[in-house]
């Protein structure tokens, strides 16, 4: 009897559990307050369903979740009778972002800064962000106190206006950058190496010369680098600190340092635990540096060259960490490399950012490599320098990032763009003919997707000249270039007695061969009229006609360089030839070889020779066109007229059928190091020479012209300006000197 009464009682305890479960478990879910988002949206938010049992956490936890999607400003969820009631009020959809007060930067450049954009779902936390970024971008060009208000304008049917309001404020600039504990080095070298400049008049546009705390902890690093390369290991800075001059909206910068003492390298050993990797080898290859300055640069570049080293026996995954050994009394740092097989890692994401009008497609085509492949920091360091070469952008940085508890790795690649277009204005004057001018159009990034674009023309009493080139570097998503070419061209020279007009048009197909070796072939046709005047000389006579030349050709290069954007080692070598005849009145082969070898001999000195030369010759008991005739001068031999060099009848200039041009040059630096100018040394050798008989007695025999000079390049506020000044040396009285010239770019 007993037994049967606990049973009772535990039969009813758990259908009264049971009832009671029922009771709350979720029935019916309403929602109200739905204007845009529809009810599976939130409920897919909200992790709810029906029969689910209900719970106070269960409310929390739906109600985080629905908070954490930002779509509502106010939620409310309750529950009574199996019906839960979620009650949401939506954030409403921007309808414009506006900005006022902004001069100095333009809206287009603000949006690009920010997340909340039009057709957005505004979010408070989204606009705080927002306003940070734009002081973010404010700070960094100097504009520290400048301060932004967001506001809404409210509008119909939950949209509304986002409204940025803006105080710029001043500009604050470095008037003065104050160096204090340096005996070793003086002010101005080390002010060299910072990127912080102090403000002058002509810098009034520098953006060096604007206060930036990130940038002087920059300069710090570079500092500290620049020691550590020359020695002293132990440099720091005791203090650093920036100041505002009182009534003013300039800083001081006062840097205090601790130079410490000279050490240089000693011992230096390899541990590799791979067996084909001969340590013995690689330390003999070091131990060059022992006993020399300690510069943390050739650790550095000892990590490469052991990498590239293992690279040739298949080791791609490896560790080397360069551990030193700081000697105080003797003043040396032993250093021993430790080499290990890390682990594979392969590629998970490659990010793209900073590219506001390129398109990624444009940046990703330069890698070798996609997402899932192995990682490789050579083809790293190679896509890097391919994007630098593209002239796109002012920055690149490719930085990895390990994905957490995996074997992958995320590159995120940032990019400043550049101003790609440019219009240019060139001048040059010579002893005998005065003044030139020329003016052209370009963007290399037609419409952010890489395309190239060039309009050139030059204008004169004498000349006028129409050339438009198109190219599509990457045709039908392949690296395959496609470039179409038109150009007409009309001479009347005061100095000669007929005038020519050539119109043409051209083709070309670019394609690799391998990794450094490429192809272009091409084609164009082109019809040149040369009318003579009555008291026209017997040579002069001899250009009257009309010519139709048909030409066929291809350019092949071989590139050993260690970078296509500004290589400071390797070479490169190229191969042109075109054949006339194929159609049209001419028949000729024409051949072009040059070959460009750069030398490092320091980290900031480079040295380039670049020589190119070539023939022209005609068949079929025909001659090659004279304006087809090879000419020199201008940038290909500096100090000369372009067109104004070699054999000479009466008053016209011939050219010749074989020409070459030897260029060497090498960088130097100038004592205003604070000015953004590059500068080099040059001596230039050249010749043309060589014509048929159609000429007669026409001395044209081989003769050497040379030149040296200055050549400056100014990256301004207004756009690049070249100057060459040049002093020829060897030259023939029929030659027109040309000793000084420039041109200007303005960019856009």
């Not at 287009?108 to 306003?131: A, G, H, P, T, Y």
């Not at 207004?718 to 060459?724: L, M």
């Not at 029929?734 to 000084?740: L, N, P």
């Amino acid at each position: 009897m007993i037994r049967f009464i606990q049973f009772l009682l535990i039969f009813f305890l758990f259908t009264a559990a049971a009832y009671s479960n029922d009771n709350n478990n979720i029935k019916v879910i309403k929602v109200e307050g739905l204007q845009r988002i529809s009810y599976e949206t939130v409920l897919s938010y909200s992790d709810l369903s029906i029969d689910m049992l209900y719970s106070e956490e269960l409310s929390n936890n739906s109600l985080k979740k629905l908070y954490k999607t930002q779509l509502f400003s106010d939620i409310s969820i309750t529950y009574l009778n199996n019906t839960l009631n979620i009650i949401v009020k939506e954030n409403p959809t921007i309808n414009l972002v506006l900005f006022e007060g902004n001069k100095s930067k333009k809206d287009e450049d603000l949006i690009s800064e920010i997340k909340l954009k039009e057709r957005s779902v505004f979010s408070r936390s989204k606009v705080k962000e927002d306003v940070k970024r734009l002081l973010e971008l404010y700070q960094r060009s100097g504009r520290l106190s400048a301060q932004i208000d967001p506001s809404v304008e409210l509008l119909e049917n939950n949209r509304i206006n986002l409204i940025y309001k803006i105080d710029e404020a001043a500009v604050l600039k470095v008037s003065k950058i104050t160096i204090l504990g340096n005996k070793i080095f003086r002010d101005s070298e080390i002010k060299k190496v910072m990127t912080t400049k102090t403000s002058s008049l002509l810098k009034f546009w520098s953006s060096g010369a604007q206060y930036d705390p990130d940038r002087i902890e920059y300069d710090k690093e570079l500092i500290k680098d620049f020691y550590n390369k020359n020695g002293y290991v132990n440099f720091k800075f005791t203090s650093s600190i920036a100041q505002l001059l009182s009534s003013s909206n300039k800083f001081e910068i006062i840097l205090s340092v601790s130079e410490g003492e000279k050490y240089n390298f000693g011992p230096i050993s390899v541990n590799t635990k791979f067996s084909k990797l001969d340590s013995e080898l690689i330390e003999k290859n070091l131990s060059q540096y022992s006993g020399q300055t300690f510069n943390s640069e050739v650790l550095k570049q000892s990590v490469e060259f052991i990498k590239n080293s293992a690279t040739q026996f298949g080791y791609t995954f490896i560790e080397i960490n360069p551990n030193m050994k700081i000697n105080d009394l003797d003043k040396t740092v032993d250093v021993n490399f430790s080499i290990d097989e890390g682990p594979k890692v392969y590629l998970n994401r490659i990010n793209i950012s900073g590219n506001t009008r390129t398109i990624d497609k444009v940046i990703r085509r330069e890698f070798s490599f996609s997402e899932g492949d192995a990682y490789n920091k050579r083809s790293i360091n190679n896509a890097k320098n391919k994007i630098k070469a593209l002239n796109f952008f002012e920055t690149v940085e490719i930085n990895e990032e390990r994905v957490l508890s995996t074997d992958k790795l995320n590159l995120n690649v940032k990019v400043i763009e550049k101003n790609t277009g440019s219009a240019t204005l060139g001048a040059g004057y010579g002893d005998q003919n005065g003044t030139t001018l020329t003016a052209g159009i370009s963007e290399s990034n037609f419409l952010g997707k890489g395309q190239k674009v060039k309009v050139s023309t030059s204008f004169s009493n004498t000349q006028n000249l129409y050339d438009i080139s198109i190219t599509e570097p990457y045709f039908n998503n392949k690296d395959l270039l496609v470039r179409a070419d038109l150009y007409s061209k009309f001479d009347d020279l005061d100095n000669v007695n007929y005038e020519t007009e050539t119109i043409g048009a051209g083709l070309a197909l670019g394609f690799p061969l391998s990794i450094s070796n490429r192809i272009t072939t091409k084609y164009s046709l082109l019809t040149s009229k040369t009318k003579a005047d009555a008291n026209a000389t017997t040579y002069e006579k001899l250009l009257s006609g009309t010519d139709t030349v048909s030409v066929i050709g291809y350019n092949l290069s071989i590139d050993k360089r260690n970078s296509p954007y500004k290589p400071s080692s390797g070479s490169i070598f190229t191969v042109e030839q075109n054949l006339a005849g194929i159609g049209g009145t001419s028949s000729y082969l024409q051949n072009k070889i040059s070959y460009k070898k750069y030398i490092k001999f320091s980290n900031s000195f480079i040295g380039a020779i670049k020589s190119e030369l070539g023939s022209i010759n005609g068949y079929n008991d025909k001659y090659a066109p004279i304006d087809e005739m090879f000419n020199i001068g201008g940038k290909k031999l500096r100090g000369f007229k372009y067109g104004k060099v070699g054999p000479k009848f009466d008053t016209s200039y011939t050219g010749g059928n074989y020409y070459y041009v030897i260029n060497t040059e090498t960088n130097f630096d100038l004592p205003i190091d604070e000015y953004d100018i590059s500068s080099s040394l040059f001596v230039d050798v050249g010749s043309v020479w060589g014509l048929d008989n159609r000429y007669g007695t026409i001395d044209d025999n081989h003769k050497i012209r040379a030149s040296v000079g200055i050549n400056l390049n100014w990256d301004s506020a207004i756009g690049p300006i070249n100057f060459i000044l040049a002093e020829p040396f060897m030259s023939e009285p029929t030659d027109t000197i040309d000793k000084f010239s420039f041109d200007i770019g303005y960019n856009f």
